[in-house]
């Protein structure tokens, strides 16, 4: 069974769309993971890659090796050197046997997750107290470094990753990119909702305090430098996760692939598109993004003729010209930050209704009838104790 | 003869301590670190490149003008982008985003003239070329005698400038308090843009100078990125005369501690390291506030002493002493840029305010805290 085609204006649009539908998937969870840091908590990130990469090496390369040991395979070659031929036996197996596909698919996950984070610890530990502009200095000299460590490690050679879903391409040509894209697209649709209950909570507004105005939020007792790690790590793994599943849909890890360009400064380019701080306003920048960068790669080989110099720089300028325009014409982006999520009209009536207050009976001295409604709820509803609102 | 690893240090040490300086001005002026900063050197580098090799002068000469685009292309940046961004009231995080921009432009900017260089104009190394031709004086290479005659230059020359002239006190006075400054009539603006420009064209002149010691292409600058940031960031960031000093530290133990770790440092050295090792670690443990700095230190601590057992017991277990004595061979040096990155991490856990904000009076015990 082989993907129907579906051919207009000489493009294949069902292959097209699997290609888009990816590439948006993956941006997505990417730039949500960095708008949880930067947007919602003001830590700039300036070395996203790092973590993306972290997690698509290590967790690609770990799982291999694991698969390679528990199916006894090139126990004596060295891995980084045949992982190639390695790979290719260890994916064969794993046609037949669905158990080990989804073992290796949660165990490489489980370890991106964890070495993200831990990189995300490690990383910014040193600058987590001090001023942003030391913190982003830091990540992206961490970055660069960890861009040279990967070139030692993998030799300048693409590392072949092992496949769990490599049952799928025995099933006909473009099969495999299909499920490929799915389990991306549900990745993606995890981390949206994952990120949007956290940002909804109590929590998500403590964020927004550390981000806007860290003397109240530590006086009211949050540990800004504490809630600003604890974000990195979280938001790191995510990342390192998202990186893992991309290794699986390229099939390889390849050094060359992983420049500061295509994962921190289009996340970055997505999140000022689409507004900062506005999980909803990332998703439609993803989009806006995605549709540029596709027209973009369509139209470079019609364009190569014409110009003396390599497409891809006009691609660079194209878009750094872009960001600026943004920053200096929308700097809110598409969709504007909402202020903190309040209760339902519905919810307060049944508050109210539960309560006994009469309706209106707006006192003359004292906090008016909203007033203590909310402090009411804020003390049935949060963990921490209540502030006066009087 | 002065050994060859001396000389290259010291011509590091010189070229870093121009950058560093260049990153600090703009630092203490618009209080953003600027991530472009990298791509000023860049285009030094190929403005002695394109000297030398389409208009057959040297990259002496090429680094000279290079500082005249650096200059130029600073002012742009400035003018054109971080000011009036400023003024619409951007905060810290989008303006390091904005020169984050501006640094992916100039990667394009840069590929677009290489690739003009290269299919045009027929220089097929110019996208990656080796040092570039030097005259040479007494047996050095002409770099050696010229780079850190240029260091000292620059900073004599704005020792002066802050010193000694009327506009130099207004710099001042314009970095302390902007408005005050603005009050007493000072143009703070055109004191800015001078700081820039002065900024792009250190950076750029010293990516000039840097194509006659070592290979250089199109990522060079954004390599450098690191280094010229722990110079600064060891320099406090808000003096140029510490970030003077960061620079020649950084330069010089970037080169010397790479060749160290690859040849070894012998008995007495190794001695020297677990001694550091050790006594650290103890500090470490007992004046530790969280027990994640005691155990570090203890780590730290347990390393020194194994260090010293190992090398009196003739290396019965092969882990890091033998090494530390024989050296890591040729393997290290794709790392070295880790020493740098290890300077600015201590610097920003010990001293986050530079090396100037050290009380040498404190540390020998002459004064009570």
Known sequence: MA???????????????????????????????????????????????????????????????????????????????FSARIINSVNTQIVNDPLLAAGLLAFSLVIAALIGGALGFLASYPAIRLREDYLGMLLLGMAQFFDVVLRVLTQSQPISVPDPFYYWSTQGSGVETLVDMVVMVVFAIAVYFFIEKVVRSPLGRTLRAVRDNED????????????????????????????????????????????????????????????????????????????????????????????????NWLQDLLLAALLLAILFLRPEGIVRERSSYTLRKGTLGTIVRESGVEEGGAGAKGPGFFGRLMSRFRRKSESQPAKETG | MVPEYLISALVYASLFAMMAMGLTLTYMTTKVPNFAYGDFVTLGIYSAYTATKVYGSNPYVGSVIGFGVGAVASAI?????????????????????????????????????????????????????????????????????????????????????????????????????????????????????????????????????????????????????????????????????????????????????????????????????????????????????????RLVGAIFAILGVWIIVDMVAGFPVDFLSPELVNGFGPNVSPFQQAIPLLIMVITLMVIPRGIFSINVRRLLGREKK
């Open chain 1, 3 to 81: 993907l129907p085609e579906l051919i207009f204006f000489g493009i294949d649009w069902v292959s097209f769309s699997i290609d888009f539908l990816e590439f948006y998937a993956l941006y997505l969870a990417i730039s949500l993971s960095l708008n949880l840091e930067f947007g919602y908590t003001g830590v700039p990130n300036f070395g996203k890659v790092l973590f993306i990469a972290g997690g698509a090496a290590l967790g690609g390369i770990l799982s291999g090796q694991l698969a390679a040991r528990i199916l006894g395979i090139g126990a004596n070659e060295d891995y980084i050197a």
């Open chain 2, 77 to 293: 940046m400035y003018l054109g982008v971080l000011r009036p961004l400023a003024r619409r009231g951007s905060s810290l995080v989008s303006l390091m985003i904005a020169t984050f921009g501006v640094d992916i432009g100039f990667v394009g900017l840069i590929g677009i003239y290489t690739d003009y260089l290269q299919y045009q104009v027929r220089l097929i190394d110019a996208p990656q070329f080796y040092a570039l031709p030097d005259f040479s004086l007494g047996g050095y290479a002409g770099v050696v005698f010229v780079a850190p005659i240029s260091v000292i230059a620059v900073v004599m020359a704005i020792y002066l400038l802050l010193t000694k002239t009327r506009f130099g006190v207004a710099m001042r006075a314009a970095v302390e308090n902007p408005p005050l400054a603005r009050v007493l009539g000072i143009n703070v603006d055109f004191v800015y843009t001078i700081s820039w420009m002065l900024a792009g064209g250190f950076a750029a002149y010293a990516g000039g100078l840097l194509t006659l010691q070592l290979p250089a292409g199109t990522a060079t600058g954004s390599n450098l990125i690191v280094e010229i940031f722990s110079s600064s960031v060891l320099g406090g960031l808000t003096s140029i005369f510490g970030a003077a000093v960061g620079g020649l530290v950084i330069g010089a133990s970037e080169i010397l501690i790479t060749l160290d770790l690859g040849l070894g440092f012998g008995y007495a050295g190794a001695i020297i390291i677990a001694a550091i090792f050790g006594l650290g670690g103890a500090l470490l443990v007992r004046r530790g506030t969280k027990w994640g700095a």
């Open chain 1, 216 to 311: 109240a939020s530590a006086a009211l007792g949050k540990d800004n430098a504490k809630i600003r790690r604890n974000v990195l790590i979280v938001a790191s793994a995510l990342a390192a996760m998202a990186g893992a599943l991309y290794s699986f849909y390229a099939g390889s890890f390849e050094y060359d692939t992983w420049t500061r360009f295509a994962w921190t400064f289009w996340p970055f380019l997505i999140v000022i598109i689409g507004g900062a701080g506005n999980d909803s306003g990332v998703a439609v920048g993803t989009f806006f993004f995605t549709l540029i960068y596709k027209g973009l790669q369509q139209e470079q080989p019609a364009l190569q003729p014409y110009i003396f110099f390599n497409a």
